[in-house]
């Protein structure tokens, strides 16, 4: 299950607040719950006007250093919800990480990989190999995610696998726990 799609290569220092997002736009609603389609009407459009329109499921997002810095959890809901299949950066924060993937969207940190890159190239990037196949059919490396990373990637988020984890916990036990 390797991902693969069309690259959208950004730059060094891309701001998530205001650059991926327009967090000021949004600033009113924080803590409520998300409007996915405002987001997705938002993803990158300042730094890309096209990117809304042209964005396709299973895209690839390529950045390069300090990518998403300065960023709500919003920011990894509207690139999800614009149908990136994976986020493959040369660095970021570890909370960027950590959001992202609770929302079901990985990234890999993978030295080398904006100069690796062209803007439309066809990758592929597997968070659980750590694997990324350049559109030459070249090898790049990043750390695989661990086994629990990539169960919440495959479910989704922290959320959906957590549900089917419980579900599955109370169908495996019936009557345990009925009872207030």
Known sequence: MTPRGRAWVFGDDVSGDDGIIE?????????????????RAMCFRHLRPDFPAQVRPGDIVVGG????????????????????????????????????????????ICPGIAAAVQDGDIIGADPATGEVTLASGALLRSKPFSERMVQIWR??????????????????????????
């Open 23 to 39: 967090f000021a736009i949004i600033r009113d609603s924080f803590g409520k719950e998300f409007d996915e389609d405002a987001l």
């Open 155 to 180: 479910a989704g988020g922290t959320i959906p696998l957590l549900e089917r984890e419980f579900a599955a916990r109370r169908a495996a036990a019936p009557g345990q726990g009925d009872a207030a």
């Open 65 to 108: 250093r300090n990518f998403a810095h300065h960023n709500h959890v919003e920011v990894s809901v509207a690139i999800r919800a614009s149908g990136i299949a994976v986020v493959v950066v040369e660095s970021c924060d570890s909370g960027f990480l950590r959001r992202a993937l609770n929302n079901g969207l990985p990234v890999m």
